[in-house]
């Protein structure tokens, strides 16, 4: 089974405006963690979430975990055309390696100045 | 600290021929892990290694694929006989003992075109 299904695809906003990237997964897990891609590079990490969580901020970044829906919220506040990007959240597994992390396809988001 | 190193950036090979993927960790990086990247795609888990030692090949093709972290210098994956469909890009991140609770550390990929 896939884990870590992001929704939507793509999402287009206006500077200023705030983004929010959904993320749903099957199976139990240890961690939640969120990763930014520009177009070509590599994966840079945003913010980490535990289990035991629910709810994690970092500058303009605020996650949500909700384990009983199996499901996770990346919100991104006051967005610039900077954080144009995709968006990829990425799960281990509850009981298992907890090192091998399994991505969804990502979010493309566009941040129109 | 330069951050993980991969090289070359871009890779052309012919089908048939060996592709040699490096990668650098970070430095006191001693856990190094393969992604692979299929267009439209997630990133796909393919190896984790330590130094000298093969931790978890299971998301590795079993045919033509090999990786190894040796005691001096990057860690190698080899593509032999390489096909179309190993068009990819491939990641490599790296981490200290007992990272997986923190995020990892991503290079920024070689993009491999098999012709």
């Known amino acids: 089974s896939q884990q870590g299904e992001e929704d939507p695809q793509a999402l287009s906003i206006q500077e200023g405006e705030n983004a929010t990237m959904n993320c749903s997964y099957k199976?139990?897990?240890?961690?939640l963690q969120w990763y930014r891609q520009n177009s070509g590079r590599g994966l840079v990490h945003l913010i980490l979430?535990?289990?035991?969580?629910r709810e994690k901020h970092s500058g303009r970044l605020r996650v949500t975990l909700d384990t009983s829906k199996k499901s996770s919220s990346l919100l991104i506040t006051a967005s610039r055309a900077a954080d144009t990007a995709s968006y990829f959240c990425a799960t281990d597994s509850a009981g298992g390696s907890n090192y091998k992390l399994t991505f969804g396809k990502g979010t493309l988001l566009t941040v129109n100045p | 600290n330069a951050g993980v190193m991969q090289n070359p950036r871009h890779l052309v090979r012919r089908r048939g021929q060996e592709a040699r993927l490096r990668c650098s960790p970070m430095k006191g990086h001693s856990h190094v892990y393969w992604y692979r990247q299929l267009p439209e795609e997630g990133l796909k888990f393919m190896v984790y290694l330590q130094k000298e030692n093969i931790i978890d090949e299971s998301g590795m093709p079993k045919e033509r694929f090999s990786a190894e972290f040796p005691k001096e210098g990057p860690s190698i994956l080899r593509i032999q006989q390489v096909v179309r469909g190993d068009s990819a890009a491939y990641f490599c991140?790296?981490?200290?003992?007992?990272?997986?609770?923190?995020?990892?550390?991503f290079g920024s990929g070689t993009r491999l075109t098999v012709v």
């Open positions: 979430i535990r289990s035991n969580e």
């Open positions: 199976t139990s897990i240890n961690n």
């Open positions: 991140a790296s981490s200290p003992a007992g990272a997986a609770n923190y995020g990892y550390t």
